[in-house]
């Protein structure tokens, strides 16, 4: 990809982010901010036109790190970094991946919809887009790519205390590169594709508030 579509990649990223930041400090200090901590595994979709290269099927780490603020009850945004490490199968050639990614990310609580959920249980649907970043590592190192992506994912929440919840978070990374990397010759192996994701974390209230999505 261009050097020129990285940077109009990143600028879309930090527009979203200004976006969000300057809305968020509009609301009242009643609402709620919280902070997200999960650990998971993943799982890297290729096109299948990397031949020879395949990845497990389930890898680990996933470490996805959020600030989230509900701008109502069932509202909110939130900024979240995920970062990805896969390696090769079995019955593929050696390589070990990083994928990171960036997202800006509308959260909608679904228990305006579900009223009979527990007070403890949260369902909360979000999704956004982003920007990822693919590095290989060892010789395949300078295959790296940027390119958009949209999220889009499935959380539920457990409340354990006025500030504190466990959650666990299924979500898939929609790729935007196409077949970018394959309209010239790239030596051994390299990543542009979609990314699904299982975690499970904590989710920390920033403002005390009683059993935060």
Known sequence: MTSNFKIQNVKLVLILAVLMTTLSFSQTD??????????GVNNPIDSGENIGYSSKYL?????????QHM?????GAKLDIGFNRS???NSSLEFKLNYTRV?????????????????RIAIVAHAGPGISFTQPLGNFSENKYTYLNA??????HYGLSRNLSVYGDLGYVYSFAGKNKYEVAVDGFSFNGDLMYAAFGISISLNGCKYCN
């Open 30 to 39: 009643s609402e709620k901010w919280t902070f997200q901590l999960a650990l």
């Open 59 to 67: 890898n680990f780490p996933t470490v996805n790190l959020g600030l």
């Open 71 to 75: 701008f109502s009850d069932a509202i």
């Open 87 to 89: 390696s090769n199968s």
């Open 103 to 119: 997202n800006a990310q509308i959260v909608y609580n679904l228990r305006s919809m579900l009223h009979s959920l527990p007070n």
């Open 151 to 156: 999220l889009a994912g499935l959380e539920i």
